[in-house]
């Protein structure tokens, strides 16, 4: 299993970023798919995470501002990040639960970086003030 996240980059406060998760190996319709984000010093913080279903989970911090979408044709997940703040400045990674298909969990199941078995390289992303 091979996830490859890009697409970060510097950008202005007030601005946007697409950030890509395409996925080899699993096929991410039939899997949890998660994006999280770290800056030094501190741990694996949650950013949204879209289920097998279609449902959707973000952050307190990002709700409003970001969005989860996935493409089953291109087997990849993305967020799209607007009105961007400096405090997003962190590496971003995509994760992927091997659960096959799995029902609905409440959704501390969905932001705990336990879930995922397999993830990405990360991507940085900063904004500037």
């Known amino acids: 299993v091979r996830l490859q996240a890009s697409g970060g980059g510097l950008v202005r406060a007030g601005g946007s970023l697409r950030l890509s998760c395409a996925a080899s190996?699993?096929?991410?319709?039939?899997?949890?798919m998660g994006w999280f984000r770290q800056t030094p010093g501190k741990e694996r913080e949650f950013v949204a995470a879209i289920r097998s279903g279609g449902g959707r989970y973000y952050a307190d911090s990002v709700k409003g501002r970001f969005t989860i979408s996935r493409d089953n044709a291109e087997n990849a997940v993305y967020l799209q990040m607007d009105s961007l703040k400096p405090e997003d400045t962190a590496v971003y990674f995509c994760?992927?639960?091997?659960?096959?298909?799995?029902?609905?969990?409440?959704?501390?199941?969905?932001?705990?970086?336990?879930?995922?078995?397999?993830w990405g390289q990360g991507t940085l992303v900063t904004v500037s003030s």
């Open positions: 190996g699993r096929t991410v319709s039939n899997h949890v």
């Open positions: 994760g992927l639960d091997e659960s096959f298909r799995l029902p609905f969990r409440d959704s501390t199941y969905y932001s705990d970086h336990l879930t995922y078995n397999y």
